[in-house]
């Protein structure tokens, strides 16, 4: 049986850090290129960042560029999402996902391409 679960969230003020975690079961991690999404209440689905089978390949949204960090560990299935600097827009639940891809680029940001999704994690920001 498939499984995709994310941990991690919680609430922080402005400024604070959190490391969300993806261990999924089920399936094999290093067989998929994985993506970490956000959706914030009334607003669209986001690609946060991407990563490819080998870790080689990363691509991050802008919004995020420089203050979060995604990486993987294929011995552990277990994708991750370093998150510092953290601002009150980025409140959204986040989730991750897989994509029977090679690649990670800014194109596999996009959450058509995706497989498997977990059922997130909400992340708090205040000010």
């Known amino acids: 049986q498939v499984q995709v679960v994310a941990s991690g969230g919680g609430s922080v003020q402005a400024g604070g850090s959190l490391r969300l975690s993806c261990t999924a079961s089920?399936?094999?991690?290093?067989?998929?290129?994985m993506c970490w999404f956000r959706q914030a209440p009334g607003k669209e689905r986001e690609g946060v960042s991407t990563?490819?089978?080998?870790?080689?390949?990363?691509a991050y949204a802008d919004s995020v560029k420089g203050r979060f960090t995604i990486s993987r560990d294929n011995t552990k299935n277990t994708l991750y999402l370093q998150m510092i600097s953290l601002k009150p827009e980025d409140t959204a639940m986040y989730y991750c996902a897989a994509f029977e891809g090679w690649m990670a680029t800014r194109q596999t940001l996009d959450w058509r391409l995706y497989k498997y999704w977990g059922q997130g994690t909400q992340v708090t920001v205040s000010s």
């Open positions: 089920g399936f094999l991690l290093d067989d998929y290129t």
């Open positions: 990563i490819s089978r080998s870790g080689s390949y990363i």
